[in-house]
Structures are given as structure tokens and as C-alpha cells.
Nanobody, 122 residues
Framework: QVQLVESGGDSVQAGGSLRLSCASYGLHFGMGWFRQAPGNDREAVAHIYTKSGHTAYADSVKGRFTVSLDDAKTTLYLQMNNLKPEDTAMYYC??????????????????WGQGTQVTVSS
């Protein structure tokens, strides 16, 4: 059974950095990071195609977050710099197993991790 296990969430001050990791036991079409703050819908943050390495980001994180895969393509990372209080959320990694849709469409992802909490204080 494919599993995704996130780690790296923490509490930091605004302007700080964190790196989230997601161990993936299986190769997928793409991998993504989503986040969900209390009372909000789960939103797409970043995506990487596992074969090409092409990446995509939500406008709110462009220039601050970087998504990457290790050489073995078994660990997904999200480097988060210049964190802001509005980045506070539970962060989830997800495996994109369906093709033909948009990277930020949740329905494209069928395997999800349990989440890791990121809290940014002002």
C-alpha cells in the first residue's frame, strides 16, 4: 500500500524558514503540496512533475517556496522561506495519480499524507 509520510512542520517567527519532507513509497505522475487553515478550504501550494521536474506554484507562495524531489524520487520537499503568518496551516503532501487535469485540482490527487502543522507568528 502506498503511503505518504510528512515531517518538518514547526512553529517559527515571521521571516523564518522551514523545510517540509514527504516520504513517498511509490512513483507517481506528479506530487503536490496542499495546505488547510482552520475554517478554510484545502488549497494547492506547489506541484512537481516527477519525470520532467517541472514545477508550479500558487501565486501566494511564488518566490518564497520551492518544491523539489530527491534524486531517487522518493522524497518530496517544500522549502519555505520568508514565512508569513498567513502561511499558518496544516500542510499535506499528495500523490497525483490522475492525468489530464489541472495541477491545483484536488481531484487529481488520490493519495494523501496525514499532514504536518506549520505555525508562523508575527
Amino acid at each position: 500500500q502506498v503511503q505518504l509520510v510528512e515531517s518538518g512542520g514547526d512553529s517559527v517567527q515571521a521571516g523564518g524558514s522551514l523545510r517540509l519532507s514527504c516520504a513517498s513509497y511509490g512513483l507517481h505522475f506528479g506530487m503536490g503540496w496542499f495546505r488547510q487553515a482552520p475554517g478554510n478550504d484545502r488549497e494547492a501550494v506547489a506541484h512537481i512533475y516527477t519525470k520532467s521536474g517541472h514545477t508550479a506554484y500558487a501565486d501566494s507562495v511564488k518566490g518564497r517556496f520551492t518544491v523539489s524531489l530527491d534524486d531517487a524520487k522518493t522524497t518530496l520537499y517544500l522549502q519555505m522561506n520568508n514565512l508569513k503568518p498567513e502561511d499558518t496551516a496544516m500542510y499535506y503532501c499528495a500523490a497525483r495519480t490522475l492525468t489530464g487535469g489541472l495541477w491545483y485540482d484536488r481531484s487529481q490527487y488520490t493519495i494523501w499524507g496525514q499532514g504536518t502543522q506549520v505555525t508562523v507568528s508575527s
